[in-house]
Structures are given as structure tokens and as C-alpha cells.
């Protein structure tokens, strides 16, 4: 047990602290941590208090604008800094940490870090591994980072992020779950598990932190850090679901976003952090800034200096300042100005000080700091297997004419081209982990991942073509005669993996320079050509998609990115990746979803041209629609039954159907359930995702799924922002994608 043994220079308190700790020793195995929290906050200053709201990042290593401070040690021997963010590595964190516990009260600091897709082991990215729509792989995934995070010191990661987004444009939809509610509520809830698995505390576990709270990604036109503004029925129904789903599966942590909502910045915005997060969700963790946010809040007009915005952000439920500097330099005096009452600062710290106890730091402040563990997790074989597995479950198959794919493992000669082929770090994609002093050899490049799957009995040929930017084409004579030497050429091409990610919103989601020229000119060749788009968001390429005969979309699959891609190449895993985001025909298509409202004037064709606010140079349907992606078996669905035709508000409808793999080849099978409420108080969209089951099919082999529809699926937010369900009719679909709707039924909801 830690012994707090002040710094006092006067005898007297000395000896009066000494007794009323020595009686907190005493009573401290009996203690609940609610009473050690509060015996510890007796004993602070205002001063302490304040640091202990007050978060930097660690010298060299930024996530955002950096403010130079040279004396950060003697702020933590200070008692003024609470958390450091971007420490790694357990000797770092341990040097840190002794600092703190030369301060008078020797609390421990608390380290965070983006662990958003990986630690050392890199997974795909979240938005690649949400179309997985497997939430076991998702869990697996975030606990493996959690086991590789926490054996490097870290306690805390900025993650899961869980902004919903119906917009390719920004560019941070790499790192949330797509577009759709209900499946991206059930993907925060796994990540929250994988993260703090048996729970905070544990030492191969982390601490969640729920972004960004809220709405961050319907930023106005895609622009990052941008203007929010929807309806209290919208932010209810479409974005906070996932929030609520984080929180109900333990999350410790939230983190606020940049953005304004609705005229209010998110970091002051006490309908967001003191009405709902605290007030109706009852949390109990604490609120985290995002980067520089309290003190942003003057360019957003909100608040008028770093005093004004330190009281807006305090007072609307935001707990620590991450590298605005407004708490540490303000605080205090707004409190003894009595403009800040010292209960909330008391309930901030006390929030706070609760994750460090329930984290053990103050019982072993170096409990995550054992070079040991961090050298046997980081270097686990069965982490990236579990990588591997996760990325070519990643792999959407948009395109297979002719089933090119598979590509036989005796095919004698292939041409694997373009700039992405032998990339090493592009496979990680943005909000990585960049580890000091670990090189980047673990990542299986996408040519490793060839040459090892056939390189033994196959001739496998290179050309780069050309770079992913400029428009440089002296490459493309050489790749078209690689190409002419083989039998299938094999083209990887895509965005750069820093185009996408935070401040990379783009206004043009093509793929960018030549690349798509070169895929012409390799396509003139007449050889069958299999082109993989590497991205981290939705891009528009409409002519490459017309004249590819085969494309999979990779994403950015991390370390074992070239071994899963090589997987599905050669057959060795059956793509069945569905799209957890939209693909728009074009920019000016965006925003489009599959959700989306009727309108008086529904358009069910192209030629419906006074319907449904179709463009009249565009077709009304996306280039791919949410939940869509194939996979070498064809999947049939059979046998739609209803348990009953109606149900009553406390009722249920058992809704059962077969699915066939009907194809030679051993596959997994997404299976959406959509509904539909046909009439309501305010209107209801096409169709709602509102459960899914992945199934695994050998060849020729039926299974019967069944769902069940209770009250529950039918509700929403009415018109007053009340959850209720409305008898009526419903419509049931069962679909392999939202618009590729196999079986229908209808139902009645009674009274
Ligand atoms: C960044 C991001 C946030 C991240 C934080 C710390 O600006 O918005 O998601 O967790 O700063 O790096």
C-alpha cells in the first residue's frame, strides 16, 4: 500500500498530517475507494485540485497544436498536472511517474493514448473492420491492443470513437463504425469490452474514453471541426444511441468534440455533459476535452477569454483540460472569486481521482510499468493472427465478373503493380501507433503477403506504374509490359493513408493522380485485372468501377495486411465484408444514406425525374449501398415465416428464414434484418437496420436464423423527443444488403 508521506517543512503539520494519514493507513484496507477519494481530496489544495483537471502531451509527441513548455516535470512535482497523454513505453511511463511521486501528495499521473486501431499490432481500421459486422473479431481485436497498450504503460485510450457520419468528405470516418445506428451501437459496446476487458483495474486492460461526444461527424459539409446544427430528435435517434451503448458497457471515460452543436460548443454544452451524459445517463466517470478544445472555445465565440472559458467548460460537466492550459492557469481564481463553487471543481477531482484508485495507481503507481510484459505482449503470435483474421474479414468484395477471383494457386505468372504494392506503413493507415525504437519489419507488406502465399510456385512480377500523387505516367509503358508477361495482374492503388484521418477532409473523393489512368492502360492489355483501392474512407471511381472486371476494397488492413489480402486472393478466405458506409456515385450525391425518408415524391427508378429529389445528371441510387458486398458463394434466402401476423406492445414476433450457400465455396453470410414503420407521428425512414447475424455456410449447407421483433425495435423518437412505439403496420425485409432485399413480410403492432 502506497504510504503518503508529505513534504511539509513544519514540524507541527507534519506531525498532525502524519496522524490523520497514519489513522487513513490504518482504516485504508477497509476503506471503499468513494472514502479514500474523499480522504485524499480533504487534503488538497486548490491548487492540487486544479492540477489534477490539468492534461498535456508528452514533449516530442503531438495530436495537435503544441504549446512549447519546458518545466512540465515541475509542474507534476507541483502537484499542477493530473495526465499526460502520448507517453510510451513503460520505462517512459515509469520516469514520468516518479516525478509524481516527488509531489507533496504524490498522486500518480494517469497515461492516455490513442490506442484506436492497435498498440504494436495494427488492426485495420475501424471503419474497415466495422464492415466486418463481426463483433467478437471487433472485441478480440480491442483487447488485444488493450493487453499491448496496458504492458506499455498506458492506462487510458482515446477510443472507441463513435461518431455516427453519412459523409465521406470528412475524413475521420477511418476511425468510427460507418453510418448506421444500430450497428454502430453495437460495435462501441464490443470495442468498450475488448478495451477494459475484465474490467478497470485490470493489468492488461484500459480504460475507454467514448468520442466525441456529440455529433461530430455531421460536420457542415464534411470540414472538420465544423458547424453542427439538427434537431434534438436527430441528435436523440441517430447519433447518441452509440454513446448510450459505450456507456452501458462500462465505459470509465467520455471526451467532448470540437464541433458547435446547435450553437453551443460541444466542450461548454451542459445539455450534452451535465442533462444527459450525468444527469439522465447517470455516469459517473469523468469528461476529458479534446485537444486545445476548453480554450477554442474563444474562436468559437462562445466564451471571451481563458478565464470565460474555463468557466463555460468546468461549470457544463467538462472534467479535465486537455492542452488548453485554460483550468491550470484560471481556475483556481474563479473559484475563490466564488464565479466557479469549489463543489464542482470538488466533483471534477473526485471523478478523477476515482479512475486513478479504481486503476490501482495509487496502491502500485508502476503497475503498468514492467519492460517484462511489455516485450512478451508485444511480440505475441497470436496477436497477429487475431490481426490477420480481423483484416480479411475487413476485405469487401465490390466486383468479381467472371470469378476472376479466386485467382488459382497454379496460375504460372502474375503481375502485382502499383504504388501500394511494396508500401510498408501506408497498410496502418491513420492513428497508428508509432513506437520508439520498434521497427516497422512486423508489417507484411502486400507483396510479402503474395510471395509468401505463391511466391514458392508462381512468378510473381512488379511495376510501381506510377506514385499515388502527380501526374508522372513515364511508369506506365514498363507496368503494361509486366502485365503482358502474365496471366492475371493483380493492381494496388489508392489514397496516400494520411489523406484520411483528423483535419484530412477532402473535397474531391477521387482516387487521386494517375492511378485510375493506369488502371485503364493495364485494363487495355486485355489481361483480367483485380484491383485492390486502398482507403480510409468511401472515394468515388465510377470508371474504374464500370471496367474492372474484379475490385476488393482494402482499406488500410494494418500489420498483417498483406497476408489477408493474399487470403482472399487465392482463395484461402471467402470475402464477406458489407459495407458499414454508403459509397456515393459522386461528391455531389453526398450526403446519401440508406435510411433516408420517402418524400412526397418517391422515386423507385432513374427515369422518375419529378421524384424524390433526384439530380437529372445522376442516377438516384449510390455507386454501393450500405451493407453491400459479395463474396465468392452466392448466398440464397428461402422460407421468411412470422411467429404471428401481430403483436401487442409487450409482444413479440419471432421472424425465421434460411439462408443456402449455394456456391462451392465455404463462406459467411451477413444477414440484415431492416424495418419498416409504414405510418407514424412523424415520419419513418425506408427502412432501419435493426438486427444482423453472421452466419458461416459450407457449400450446399441451409441454416434457419431466427429474430425477434419486440417493442424495443419499433420505437423511436417522437416529435417531443420521447421514445415511444405507435401501433400500425410494419414492413420486415430480410436482406443481404439495404437494397438487396430478399424475403419481405408485414406485421401489426396493436395497442
Ligand atoms: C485529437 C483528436 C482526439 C484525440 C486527441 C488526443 O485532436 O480529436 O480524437 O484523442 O486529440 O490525441
Not at 721 to 730: C, H, I, K, R, T
Request: proline share 4%.
Amino acid at each position: 500500500m502506497q504510504q503518503f508521506v508529505p513534504l511539509m517543512r513544519s514540524t507541527t503539520i507534519r506531525i498532525l498530517c502524519s496522524l490523520v494519514l497514519l489513522i487513513s493507513l490504518t482504516d485504508a484496507q477497509t476503506m471503499t475507494i468513494a472514502q479514500r477519494v474523499d480522504s485524499l481530496l480533504r487534503l488538497m489544495t486548490l491548487d492540487e485540485k486544479v492540477g489534477q483537471l490539468n492534461q498535456y502531451t508528452d514533449d516530442g509527441v503531438a495530436t495537435g497544436p503544441v504549446t512549447l513548455d519546458k518545466d512540465k516535470p515541475q509542474q507534476v512535482k507541483q502537484g499542477k498536472l493530473g495526465s499526460i497523454l502520448n507517453v510510451l513505453g513503460g520505462e517512459r511511463t515509469r520516469s514520468w511517474q516518479k516525478i509524481a511521486m516527488q509531489s507533496r501528495l504524490r498522486i500518480p499521473l494517469l497515461f492516455g493514448q490513442d490506442v484506436v486501431h492497435g498498440y504494436k499490432t495494427t488492426f485495420p481500421i475501424p471503419l474497415a473492420e466495422a464492415c466486418s459486422w463481426d463483433l467478437e473479431a471487433m472485441e478480440r481485436a480491442a483487447r488485444i491492443a488493450a493487453v499491448e497498450a496496458s504492458a506499455g504503460g498506458v492506462h487510458w485510450t482515446f477510443a472507441p470513437m463513435v461518431d455516427i457520419s453519412r459523409d465521406p468528405r470528412w475524413g475521420r470516418v477511418m476511425e468510427g463504425a460507418g453510418e448506421d445506428t444500430y450497428l454502430g451501437s453495437q460495435i462501441a459496446a464490443a470495442r468498450v469490452r475488448g478495451f477494459q476487458g475484465k474490467g478497470i483495474g485490470q493489468t492488461d486492460a484500459v480504460m475507454a474514453c467514448v468520442k466525441h461526444f456529440a455529433a461530430y461527424g455531421a460536420a457542415v459539409g464534411g470540414r472538420d471541426y465544423n458547424s453542427v446544427d439538427m434537431s434534438d430528435r436527430m441528435l436523440w435517434e441517430t447519433y447518441l444511441p452509440p454513446f448510450k451503448a459505450a456507456l452501458d458497457a462500462g465505459a470509465g471515460t467520455f471526451m467532448n468534440s470540437f464541433n458547435d452543436l446547435n450553437g453551443i460548443p460541444a466542450t461548454g454544452n451542459s445539455y450534452l455533459m451535465r442533462d444527459i451524459l450525468k444527469g439522465k445517463w447517470n455516469f459517473s466517470g469523468f469528461v476529458v476535452s479534446d485537444w486545445g478544445s476548453v480554450g477554442e472555445m474563444i474562436n468559437h465565440g462562445s466564451v471571451k477569454d481563458p478565464a470565460d472559458a474555463a468557466r463555460s467548460a468546468i461549470l457544463a460537466g467538462c472534467d479535465m483540460d486537455m492542452e488548453s492550459r485554460c483550468y491550470t492557469g484560471t481556475l483556481a481564481k474563479l473559484v475563490t472569486d466564488g464565479v466557479v463553487p469549489m463543489a464542482v471543481v470538488d466533483d471534477a477531482v473526485r471523478r478523477i481521482l476515482t479512475k486513478k484508485f479504481e486503476l490501482g495507481l495509487f496502491d502500485d503507481p508502476y503497475r503498468f510499468c514492467d519492460p517484462k510484459r511489455e516485450a512478451k505482449a508485444l511480440n505475441e503470435p497470436a496477436h497477429a493472427a487475431a490481426a490477420r483474421d480481423m483484416a480479411r474479414k475487413s476485405i469487401v468484395l465490390l466486383k468479381n465478373e467472371k470469378n476472376i477471383l479466386p485467382i488459382s494457386k497454379g496460375t504460372k505468372t502474375i503481375a502485382f503493380i502499383g504504388p501500394l504494392v511494396k508500401a510498408v506503413k501506408q497498410n496502418k493507415g491513420f492513428w497508428d501507433v508509432e513506437l520508439p525504437g520498434v521497427d516497422s519489419n512486423f508489417i507484411v507488406t502486400q507483396w510479402e503477403g503474395l510471395q509468401e502465399k505463391i511466391g514458392k510456385h508462381s512468378t510473381l512480377l512488379y511495376a510501381k506504374g506510377c506514385e499515388i500523387e502527380g501526374n508522372d505516367r513515364s511508369g506506365f509503358a514498363e507496368a503494361v509490359e509486366t502485365a503482358k508477361k502474365a496471366d492475371v495482374v493483380i493492381l494496388s492503388i489508392g489514397e496516400r493513408r494520411d489523406m484520411s484521418g483528423e483535419a484530412k477532409s477532402r473535397s474531391d473523393l477521387s482516387i487521386p493522380g494517375v492511378q485510375v489512368e493506369l488502371a485503364m492502360e493495364l485494363l487495355k492489355t486485355g489481361k483480367p485485372v483485380v484491383v485492390l483501392i486502398n482507403a480510409g474512407r468511401p472515394l468515388v471511381f465510377n470508371e474504374l468501377a464500370d471496367a474492372a472486371p474484379a475490385i476488393l476494397y482494402t482499406w488500410w488492413l494494418g500489420s498483417e495486411a498483406g497476408n489477408a489480402i493474399a487470403d482472399v486472393l487465392f482463395g484461402d478466405y471467402n470475402p464477406s465484408a458489407k459495407l458499414a458506409m454508403t459509397f456515393p456515385r459522386s461528391v455531389g450525391q453526398i450526403p446519401i444514406y440508406y435510411n433516408y425518408y420517402n418524400t412526397g415524391r418517391p422515386a423507385t427508378g432513374d427515369n422518375d425525374r419529378f421524384y424524390r429529389s433526384a439530380y437529372i445528371d445522376l442516377s438516384i441510387h449510390p455507386r454501393y449501398e450500405f451493407g453491400y458486398g459479395l463474396g465468392y458463394s452466392p448466398f440464397t434466402y428461402s422460407g421468411l415465416k412470422l411467429s404471428v401476423g401481430s403483436m401487442s406492445m409487450t409482444g413479440t414476433i419471432q421472424a425465421s428464414v434460411t439462408i443456402t450457400n449455394a456456391g462451392k465455396y465455404a463462406g459467411e453470410e451477413v444477414v440484415q434484418l431492416y424495418l419498416r414503420d409504414l405510418v407514424g407521428s412523424i415520419i419513418r425512414p425506408m427502412k432501419e437496420l435493426k438486427d444482423f447475424r453472421k452466419i458461416a455456410l459450407a457449400p450446399g449447407e441451409s441454416k434457419t436464423i431466427t429474430f425477434t421483433i419486440d417493442k424495443e425495435k419499433l420505437s423511436f423518437y417522437d416529435q417531443h423527443v420521447q421514445w415511444v412505439a405507435e401501433p400500425g403496420e410494419f414492413e420486415l425485409m430480410i436482406g443481404a444488403s439495404s437494397r438487396d432485399i430478399r424475403q419481405k413480410e408485414r406485421f401489426t403492432l396493436t395497442k
